[in-house]
């Protein structure tokens, strides 16, 4: 993670520089993407303001620390933005989670998928339970949609895997 150091009022040598680097290349376990650092560090009467700007795609990060050692402003804006950075981690990796995985891509439907054709519309007829059961032998279609003419409900008569016909009727809501 590059980072840039940036010091108003003062000036800031090279080892402390270098300790603000290594806390701050200590986040990148926790933020793999790509992301640029800026520390700023402002002396005051007080002591030391320093604050850290982290750029991440279209994320953004600050974080600022005051006291009056530099160093422990470093690890204390430090640890303010791992808060952070913890924090929307556990967000994305929650949207991702509830996002609905398509089983397959457009392109990966294989070619030999049967044609759907409407037809026209049908004519529910009302039938005999018997009188339907024939009906459904003589023809080569694998189900009958018909309503009863002893309940009034409708009903399906269908082919099962051994042969023989099955029968289920549709309550009524």
Known sequence: MPVTITARHASVNDQIKDYAREKLESLDHLWPRDADAHLVIEVEKAGYLLEINL????????????HRNLQTAINGAVRKLEKQLKKLKGKSSRRRKGKVQVPYAPEDLPEDIPLLVKVPDARIEELEERSASLKM????????????????????????????LGLMEIPER
């Not at 750029?55 to 005051?66: C, D, K, V």
Request: hydrophobic share 30%; glycine share 4%; aromatic share 12%.
């Open 137 to 164: 032998r003589e023809s080569r279609f694998p189900f009958l949609l018909y309503r009863s003419a002893e309940t009034r409900r409708l009903s399906v008569i269908f082919r099962r895997d051994d042969g023989s």
């Open 55 to 66: 750029h991440s795609g279209h994320f953004q990060i600050n974080s600022r620390a005051r």
